[in-house]
């Protein structure tokens, strides 16, 4: 791949800054903020179009009777040319156009149990549809590799992380209900969004039926008043169109207007990051090799400290592709291990059930935000598992049905259309998020084949084994005898078939731990062989949890960028 | 969570099989005629559109609100055969319309849109059952029976409708606030 981006003419002259962040979603937005705020003059370059707050939102608020597939999407352009998108279930006509077209950005993973790469390469990346949902971690996630003794230990403790959850969540608006668990920290809420009578009522009867389960409204970085400029939810729903008053936490609401006050935020959208410079003199990360996505031109930025956040993946796949002699196999992987480990949440089972009577109870706009019960398994003596280790929370809630169910009602007619004026039962449904191990033979590589830019593709291995099958087992029966015990009617289970990456929570393959032998990273994010290389997204991670993984990256960031900074200060890097 | 909702809570349009040729075939060179409303279809031939609008509105009639008619159901569908189906979902479809036709014209001696209310229903009902009972016509295949088809188009293509979302059932786009638990008195209709 050198010899692929001499053949390119690099036309202009360098550019010099304090630090460049690759990668504008989530984690890097964050990297901006933090870095400019310390007074460094930032360079944020995303590999994709810029998307600009409020005004691209061009589908919020539309209705269907707007919509030309009535909100389907083109169901022929998604199949040829965003089917890894599609088989993830989560684009459609209002929302594709924050998700990667496929054909334009391919990746090679195995017929039999593909890996599905859920992407957004635009300004904002993935924090413009994420889920929201927002929960800590606690020593029992950050200890358990250390107690399983598998895979290496993590070099942090839930001391070192705890004072950046208060500063992001601070930040970032983050509604959500004090429970005082152990292994699923309380934090700096805002006001919780309610929940709706059937939600309440299977609340207390959980609490009644089993001890340990404790099901509270979700905690979601969704304003429930008014935050740092920002305006509350008015409650419209699909968040992932986008909202112009920045009730949600994005980059465009959030993270990069703080970066863009400071003054010493440079956007640069359209930059492909081709591969890191490196030094092999001062053993450091000189600058990044960009392609222009347009152009194709190729062009040299400069840096004391690197930021890679362009997704856990992406941020691998960039040091992957950083050959040189010192870095044979990608610069910072000494140990080896880069690329591998790669994780997900599983998902895609659990149950569901109607509840008889609350027929004359409803509810009043659109909640975007469920009801979350938090692991209950392995969490302590009593709740030890003999066919898995670790365990999953699940996430779900009530609703009526609506007229929907019209496609499988018997009959038609006046009757039929009166029955529709009305909803439905209420239903409550239940899905867990487990935890998956880390396993060396989940992992990515780059291919022979090269994209449109000659950058190598990723070829993606992974699936799910016998711990998570297993655990699989169980997150269906346990969903069931909830909602049994809760006085659910009809309760059925259900299990799919789900392929790694499809929580769209992909993470580890760069980590972090103690020894660099068998790790990236280190306890601050940094690699271990480059000290001024930062990555900091989800590349990042030692083992999975169960959890929503967004703010542990966003606190994660800040602590790196502290870090960083002091070590600038005293003349480290 | 909700990232997932939209698409779950639609449900999904499948249909039938056949091949290009055939559709021609049915199609019997017949070309459409532009309708009243000015609307040409694309793949419904003048009288399929015909056909897919009395038999639209006979699952969702005007009432106090208007029905799949007004609602244009008929250029919805028109609309997903020709731009959304599958070739296969297509013909199957096509192919049901011409038995619709078949049917109507052995059981009642003529078409489906020149019966009687009553007829049109008694026909409707015995299709109905059909589909019940034989839930998966094309072995082998995830086609539905004609009936489902088209029913699942009128229900879908009318509640999504501006005046299905939003005469027929209440329609907040920009709700403001939310209340977890209210009376249905207030609201008195489903959210569409």
């Not at chain 1, 054909?103 to 195995?110: I, L, N, S, V």
């Not at chain 2, 009553?118 to 409707?124: H, N, V, W």
Request: with cysteine; aromatic share 10%; glycine share 10%.
């Amino acid at each position: 791949m050198e010899n692929k981006i001499k053949e390119y003419n690099i036309s202009q002259s360098p550019e010099q800054y304090d630090a460049i962040v690759v990668g504008s979603g989530i984690s890097g937005g964050w990297a901006a903020k933090e870095l400019t705020e310390n007074g460094l003059k930032t360079l944020l370059l995303e590999r994709g179009r810029d998307v600009k707050h409020g005004e691209d939102y061009k589908t919020e608020h539309m209705p269907p009777w707007e919509a030309e597939f009535r909100g389907r999407g083109d169901r022929k352009l998604f199949e040829e040319e965003y089917p890894m998108q599609l088989r993830s279930d989560v684009i459609n006509e209002y929302n594709y156009h924050f998700f990667v077209n496929d054909k334009e950005h391919p990746y090679q993973t195995d017929e039999e149990d593909p890996f599905l790469w859920v992407r957004g390469y635009h300004v904002g990346g993935r924090s413009l549809t994420w889920g929201r949902q927002t929960y800590r971690w606690s020593d029992l996630d950050f200890e358990a590799n250390l107690n399983d003794d598998i895979a290496v230990d993590w070099p942090i403790r839930y001391e070192d992380i705890e004072p950046w959850y208060d500063y992001v969540e601070n930040f970032i608006g983050v509604s959500g209900q004090e429970e005082g668990l152990d292994h699923l920290p309380d934090g700096q809420f805002l006001p919780p969004m309610d929940m709706n009578c059937v939600e309440k009522d299977v609340r207390e009867k959980i609490k009644n039926n089993f001890e340990y389960r404790t099901m509270t409204i979700g905690r979601c970085a969704v304003l429930t008043e008014p935050h740092k400029g920002r305006g509350s939810c008015h409650y419209c729903g699909p968040c992932s169109r986008g909202c112009s008053v920045g009730a949600y936490f994005s980059s465009q609401s959030s993270t990069l207007p703080a970066a863009r006050k400071t003054g010493n935020l440079t956007l640069r959208p359209n930059s492909i990051v081709h591969s890191i410079i490196y030094d092999k003199e001062t053993n450091r990360a000189t600058g990044v090799r960009v392609i222009d996505r347009l152009t194709k031109e190729t062009k040299e930025f400069y840096a004391n400290v690197i930021f890679l956040n362009a997704s856990a993946l992406g941020s691998t796949q960039i040091m992957l592709n950083s050959t040189s002699e010192a870095f044979p196999n990608g610069i910072a992987n000494s140990s080896g291990v880069l690329g591998h480990y790669l994780m997900d949440h599983h998902f895609r089972v659990g149950a569901s059930g109607s509840f008889e009577g609350y027929t004359d109870r409803y509810y009043h706009g659109n909640r975007p935000n469920g009801i979350y019960i938090p692991r209950f398994r392995n969490i302590n003596e009593q709740t030890i598992q003999d066919s898995f280790i670790r365990g999953y929370g699940f996430q779900g809630g009530a609703s009526r049905s609506g007229w929907g169910r019209g496609t499988n009602m018997k009959g038609f007619g006046e009757e039929f259309k009166n029955k529709l004026r009305d909803p439905g039962q209420w239903n409550f449904w239940l899905t867990a998020f487990g935890e998956i191990l880390p396993y060396e033979d989940n992992y990515a590589e780059l291919s022979d084949k090269t994209d449109d830019w000659g950058i190598p593709q990723l070829e993606i291995h992974g699936s799910i084994k016998d711990n998570e099958h297993s655990m699989r087992k169980d997150m269906a029966a346990t969903a069931a005898e909830m909602l049994e015990a809760a006085g659910a009617k009809n309760v059925s289970t259900n299990e799919n078939e789900y392929l790694l990456g499809e929580g769209i929570h992909e993470m580890g393959t760069a980590r972090m731990g103690r020894d660099p032998k068998t790790s990236v990273l280190n306890a601050h994010n940094q690699a271990h062989d480059v000290p001024n290389l930062f990555v900091t997204d989800g590349a990042c991670m030692t083992s999975a949890a169960c959890q929503n993984p967004s703010i542990t990256y966003m606190a994660l960031t800040a602590r790196a960028v502290d870090f960083a900074v002091e070590e600038m200060k005293k003349g480290n890097i | 969570m909700d990232r997932r909702e939209a698409i779950k809570q639609l449900a999904f349009l499948s249909g039938g099989a056949l091949s290009l040729t055939t559709v021609a075939g049915i199609m019997g060179g017949c070309s459409a005629e532009s309708g009243s409303s000015g609307f040409t279809p694309q793949t419904l031939s003048a009288a399929q559109n015909k056909l897919v609008t009395v038999f639209s509105e006979r699952i969702i009639p005007a009432t106090d609100t208007p029905g799949a008619k007004a609602a244009k159901v008929n250029e919805f569908i028109d609309h997903m055969l020709t731009n959304w189906n599958t070739d296969q979902e297509k013909e199957h479809f096509l192919k049901g319309l011409n038995h619709v036709e078949e049917f109507s014209n052995s059981e009642f001696g003529s078409n489906f849109v020149e019966l009687s209310k009553d007829d049109q229903i008694s026909l409707m009902e015995q299709l109905e059952q059909e589909a019940i009972d034989n839930p998966n016509p094309v072995p082998g295949s995830d086609l539905k029976p004609f009936f489902s088809m088209m029913k699942e188009f009128t229900v879908v293509g009318y509640y999504t409708s501006e005046i299905g979302a939003s005469e027929e059932l209440k329609s907040n786009l920009v709700p403001g606030y939310y209340d977890a638990c209210m009376p249905y008195s207030e609201v008195g209709r489903a959210w569409s």
